[in-house]
């Protein structure tokens, strides 16, 4: 699928954008970010598309680091991936783990935290806990976008965080939801 940028904004020397892409092929990033399920195993979706595209030696790295619990994040290789690593985290299921906001600002601080400890540059998320686990779309994308913004003026290593989104819809709330937050 061919990415369709539509908006960056730049804060405290970070640049945050949003495209409309495969999570998958996000050529030239440090790292993505698995929206994963408590085993860390392949399944529908962005970790199944993931595990595919990384090959066995992925579900191998994460048997040992499972379960995780909702807001968690774990690190693991990019294995067959354009990437050299990958952040799993659990985001909440809507309705079910709560308080869902923090658990789902938990896991984009805990993301972003493990990839300042390995040093890295460059971190491309999906729209964390929208597909099966319910979070209804425009909440996420604040909840998200907040967390990355709140966490700008920490980070030292990381200087792109990316939203890889799935539609041309999604795009449209975190599009929303980033120029509210940016305060344009």
């Known amino acids: ?63 040992p680091l499972a379960p995780i619990a909702p807001g968690a994040a774990v690190i693991t290789g990019g294995h067959l991936l354009p990437n050299p690593y990958v952040i799993h985290c659990l985001g909440p299921v809507y309705g079910r783990d709560r308080p869902e906001d923090e658990l789902l600002a938990a896991c984009y601080r805990h993301a972003l935290e493990l ?3 390995h040093g890295l540059r460059s971190v491309a998320f999906p729209a964390i806990s929208t597909g099966a686990f319910g979070y209804p779309l425009e909440a996420a994308a604040s909840v998200a976008l907040e967390a990355v913004l709140a966490m700008a003026g920490q980070l030292q290593s990381v200087r792109v965080v990316r939203f890889v989104l799935a539609d041309t819809r999604a795009l449209a709330a975190y599009r929303t939801a980033l120029r509210r937050c940016a305060g344009e």
Do not use: Y
Request: hydrophobic share 45%; glycine share 14%.
């Open 1 to 63: 699928m061919d990415e369709v940028s539509s908006e960056e904004v730049h804060r405290d020397g970070i640049t945050v954008s949003l495209v409309v892409g495969d999570i998958v092929d996000q050529r030239g990033f440090d790292a993505i970010v698995n929206a994963a399920n408590a085993a860390l195993m392949s399944g529908g979706g962005v970790a199944g598309a993931i595990h595919r595209a990384a090959g066995p030696g992925l579900a191998e790295e994460c048997r």
């Open 115 to 117: 990839a300042e400890r």
